[in-house]
């Protein structure tokens, strides 16, 4: 499975859009992209996944580049409870060995 | 509520014991999955397993095992314990096998050994 590459911190102000990237320059053609969040120690949440077209769900938008080599997880209005870490896994459907990585963790500022 | 299951929720224990950790899966769920998450370690997947059957492994230590039941329930033992094993452990279920399904956790067990 392909690795990814995530800032490790970034901000966002209350109300905002947060744009999370991840890199995934190598990843294949049956890999799809997952995004998920943990909130302090809590589980991990699913947010979205996709293979290679934009994908929208009631929490989130995911965005991939046509060469597929990176996307970008957008929340269109950033709460408070939207801080987090949020881990970009980029997986082929025969895997099932979910590397999270390090993550980029998350602050929305009031 | 991801509908996964951890009991306990803390355990705390000695160096050399032995423990058992248990989690039912969503309803329906076939797969079941063991992670690991301590302070330097970041998340680490450590097996998996499909309808009763060992499937995938990870970072998994000898000193670790892991079963599914017939009624789906998974148990995670972890052996001769060390300081290093202090983590949280998650278990997360998900419907399938090959499908591209997302999986989802449960609220995890925080393990102290000391």
């Known amino acids: 499975d392909a690795k990814t590459t995530q800032p490790p911190s970034m901000d966002c102000a209350e109300g905002r859009a947060a744009n999370l990237p991840c890199n995934h320059s190598t990843i294949s053609g049956n890999e799809y992209v997952y995004w998920y969040r943990q909130i302090h120690s809590q589980g991990p949440q699913y947010i979205i996944h996709?293979?290679?077209n934009n994908e929208t769900n009631e929490m989130a938008s995911l965005i991939i580049t046509e060469d597929r080599k990176s996307s970008t997880l957008i929340l269109p209005h950033a709460t408070l409870r939207d801080t987090a870490v949020y881990y970009c896994i980029a997986l082929s459907f025969t895997g099932n060995q979910f590397y999270f990585g390090t993550g980029t963790s998350l602050t929305v500022i009031p | 509520d991801s509908g996964v299951t951890q009991t306990p929720k803390h355990l705390i224990t000695a160096t050399g014991q032995r423990v058992t950790l248990r989690c039912s899966p969503r309803s329906g769920d076939l797969s079941v999955y063991w992670y690991q998450q301590s302070l330097d370690q970041g998340l680490q997947f450590l097996i998996h397993y499909y309808n009763g059957e060992e499937r995938a492994k990870g970072n998994i230590l000898e000193r670790f095992s892991a079963q599914q039941f017939p009624d789906l329930h998974s148990e995670l033992n972890l052996s001769s314990l060390e300081l290093g094993d202090s983590a949280l452990y998650f278990c997360?279920?998900?419907?399938?096998?090959?499908?591209?399904?997302?999986?989802?956790f449960g609220p995890g067990t925080r393990l102290t050994v000391t």
């Open positions: 997360a279920s998900s419907p399938g096998l090959r499908e591209p399904y997302e999986q989802y």
């Open positions: 996709g293979l290679k």
